[in-house]
T-cell receptor
Framework: AQSVTQLGSHVSVSEGALVLLRCNYS??????LFWYVQYPNQGLQLLLK??????LVKGINGFEAEFKKSETSFHLTKPSAHMSDAAEYFC?????????????FGTGTRLTIIP | GAGVSQSPRYKVAKRGQDVALRCDPI?????LFWYQQALGQGPEFLTY????????KSGLPSDRFFAERPEGSVSTLKIQRTQQEDSAVYLC????????????FGPGTRLTVT
């Protein structure tokens, strides 16, 4: 079974400041991990994913995340926030074994950018 | 190329009515998923197809929910005798076959049951 915990349902940062969105997961098998972004009235867009290999993963729009197995974490960061980053962010996990492709999502973090 | 499309984008139904929600996946994508997203929550898995085979329907909340993908492409999620608790955004996603491929999401159908 898998689960995802996103600490902080709302995060506010100033424009130009560091963005840090937290995600911790629980998985009975090695996980694949994802961050998605959702803008109002739109579907989810993939920011980045970790499957195998390098634990520091770079995604679109300057975001990156690091898989830390010992901490069961996959936190999302961006060095300098932009107004266009305001959105809802979801962390998701799925098992890495073949045949089990469903994603389990966290409850989301709404990111607000302060001008 | 075209992404995942869903129709209608918005649906208002009176309690007790049946509704049908359509999903057109990305051409060539083998896997298709349905998720339910309640207001202020993350998406929750409903069901999953690989081609026309429904491999997992463990997330369907009741026997009023039914999904099909008869030709392995377009999928329809049907909800019978809608209830107010069915109000949510229904998201469809598709992906290529394979373990590490990501899911591409459509814009969703917002269902409001009055």
């Amino acid at each position: 079974a898998q689960s995802v915990t996103q600490l902080g349902s709302h995060v506010s940062v100033s424009e130009g400041a560091l963005v840090l969105l937290r995600c911790n997961y629980s998985s009975s098998v090695p996980p694949y991990l994802f961050w998605y972004v959702q803008y109002p009235n739109q579907g989810l867009q993939l920011l980045l994913k970790y499957t195998t290999g390098a634990t520091l993963v770079k995604g679109i729009n300057g975001f990156e995340a690091e898989f830390k197995k010992s901490e069961t974490s996959f936190h999302l960061t961006k060095p300098s926030a932009h107004m266009s980053d305001a959105a809802e962010y979801f962390c998701a996990v799925r098992p890495s074994n073949f045949g089990n492709e469903k994603l389990t999502f966290g409850t989301g973090t709404r990111l607000t950018i302060i001008p | 190329g075209a992404g995942v499309s869903q129709s209608p984008r918005y649906k208002v139904a009176k309690r007790g009515q049946d509704v049908a929600l359509r999903c057109d996946p990305i051409s060539g994508h083998v896997s298709l998923f349905w998720y339910q997203q309640a207001l202020g929550q993350g998406p929750e898995f409903l069901t999953y197809f690989q081609n026309e085979a429904q491999l997992d329907k463990s997330g369907l909340p009741s026997d009023r929910f039914f999904a099909e993908r008869p030709e392995g492409s377009v999928s329809t999620l049907k909800i019978q005798r809608t209830q107010q608790e069915d109000s949510a955004v229904y998201l469809c996603a598709s992906s290529r076959s394979g373990v590490s491929h990501e899911q591409y999401f459509g814009p969703g159908t917002r269902l409001t049951v009055t």
